[in-house]
């Protein structure tokens, strides 16, 4: 249904405007933004300041059910890879409909905690025994069906597992559910195509992580994709931790990034997720490319990953986004919170990420996370402009923590750096439809309760 409301403050792409008129179509498009409008008694009045929708631009639905299960020391040195251990044997047992009553809990969660759109970076193809389903799109229709239900704006990006290691090296066999020869993949996505523009969504491509796809099927998977669709979106994992640095060197010579600038079309329809680790020169050179950083601060801090060099970054213009990743943490406005944190243990100041035009940190990271998730997403959701998706966020000016404020940047400082961050926020539109009022989504109990089913189901199997 087409749509307006009117905003007191609304945080546009170049900064906060007043008395901001907005109307949406009824396929959910902006095509007013009006700044100093007067408000219409037929029009609705936002009760607070109003932020574009954040897209979370890296989700493994299936990792929310590891809540609670892996914070305990199963070894005397834990890391990234011992808790993959864990996750494995959750991949291993998950069925179909829990899978997408999981997503479905979580996409809900999504919305209620700002964000509007997520992009899928999904590797669960085959049934538990690593055979293909009859229906060998099954899992990637069950994360669809749960973003239709939910309402959020989604971005498929169905990932290419072959190898254990750099070199080739074969896979294990919990891994069997994530492999793919490329053919299998690229029929995968011609049958997912029409599935993802029947509902508006995008469909790209994930190439898991250097050392998972080889480099022969890397060139082939790639110029297959661009017979589909040249401006698909393509996501990699990348230079996450200093072991798979190292294990890279002694494979090719280089560094992960290094490798991939020389060896790959590398652009802005790529997101590098993580990142985490480059050298000078490779941020410089990756940053030039115009590919988005994909950040992930609540996950990398909960795996021990390190901390991505967002200054280095931003000085040669690198664009950067921000998601959810293994879902530890499930708030838009946390994870800016953490990213600016973690940039202030590691230099020594505050306001790092304060931008030479917004003083006001969170306005420049919200502002500055929407444009390069946008971008990653493949979507129009660039933000409060005409053209773009109606993603709106509004928060409640009401609300003890932010009433009697001076100012919106003011209001959503606190809502990143001084709330409980999710209950500041009061509604949220995805796509012109308003999906959560009064910090509830309509789906929210039934979503919930589907979520604990399943995960309990998933306990009994594992435990």
């Not at 901390?307 to 040669?316: H, T």
């Not at 709330?419 to 039934?446: D, T």
Request: proline fraction near 5%; charge should be negative; aromatic fraction near 6%.
């Amino acid at each position: 249904m087409s749509g307006a409301l009117f905003a007191r403050h609304a945080l546009l792409p170049t900064g906060w405007a007043r008395d901001v008129l907005l109307e949406w179509d009824a396929a959910g498009t902006l095509r007013v933004v009006q700044p100093g409008a007067q408000a219409g008694a037929a029009v609705e009045q936002a009760a607070g300041p109003v932020l574009p929708g954040m897209p979370n631009l890296h989700s493994h639905a299936f990792q929310r059910v590891l809540g609670g299960r892996t914070e305990y020391r199963g070894q005397a040195r834990d890391s990234f890879w011992s808790w993959r251990t864990l996750m494995y044997r959750i991949a291993g047992a998950i069925a179909p409909e829990q899978l997408e009553a999981i997503a479905t809990g979580l996409y809900v969660e999504m919305l209620e905690a700002g964000y509007t759109s997520v992009c899928e970076f999904h590797y669960l193809h085959h049934d538990a025994g690593g055979r293909p389903y009859a229906d060998d799109s099954t899992l990637s229709q069950c994360l669809l069906r749960a973003a239709e239900r939910a309402g959020i704006g989604f971005t498929l990006l169905p990932v290419l597992y072959q190898a254990a290691g750099f070199g080739g090296t074969p896979p294990r066999q919990e891994q069997q559910r994530f492999i793919r020869a490329t053919g299998s993949m690229l029929h995968l996505l011609e049958r997912l195509l029409p599935l993802c523009l029947a509902q508006g969504a995008r469909l790209g491509l994930a190439p898991h992580s250097l050392r998972a796809v080889p480099p022969e099927s890397l060139r082939e998977a790639l110029a297959g994709l661009d017979a589909i669709d040249t401006s698909a979106p393509v996501h990699i994992h990348v230079a996450e931790q200093t072991a798979e640095v190292e294990a890279c060197l002694a494979w090719s010579g280089q560094r992960p990034v290094e490798w991939l600038l020389d060896h790959a079309p590398v652009d802005r329809r790529w997101c590098l997720v993580h990142a985490t680790h480059m050298s000078a020169q490779e941020s410089a050179r990756a940053a030039a490319t115009g590919a988005v950083a994909g950040l992930c601060p609540t996950t990398e801090a909960n795996l021990g990953d390190g901390i991505f060099d967002v200054p280095a970054w931003r000085a040669a213009g690198g664009r950067w986004g921000v998601g959810s990743d293994s879902h530890a943490c499930v708030d838009a406005a946390e994870e800016l919170m953490m990213l600016e944190y973690s940039q202030r243990l590691q230099v020594r100041q505050r306001n790092v990420m304060a931008g030479p035009v917004q003083r006001c940190v969170a306005t420049a990271m919200t502002l500055e996370a929407v444009a390069g998730g946008a971008q990653a997403s493949g979507r129009p959701v660039a933000g409060l402009a005409a053209g773009q998706r109606a993603d709106l966020v509004v928060l409640d000016a009401s609300h003890p923590l932010l009433e009697g404020l001076p100012s919106p940047d003011a209001m959503l400082a606190a809502h990143v750096f001084a709330s409980h961050r999710r209950c500041a926020i009061g509604s949220v539109w995805a796509g012109g439809c308003l999906a959560v009022r009064e910090g509830r989504h309509a789906l929210h109990e039934s979503a919930t309760r589907g979520f604990v089913d399943a995960r309990r189901a998933l306990a009994r199997t594992i435990d």
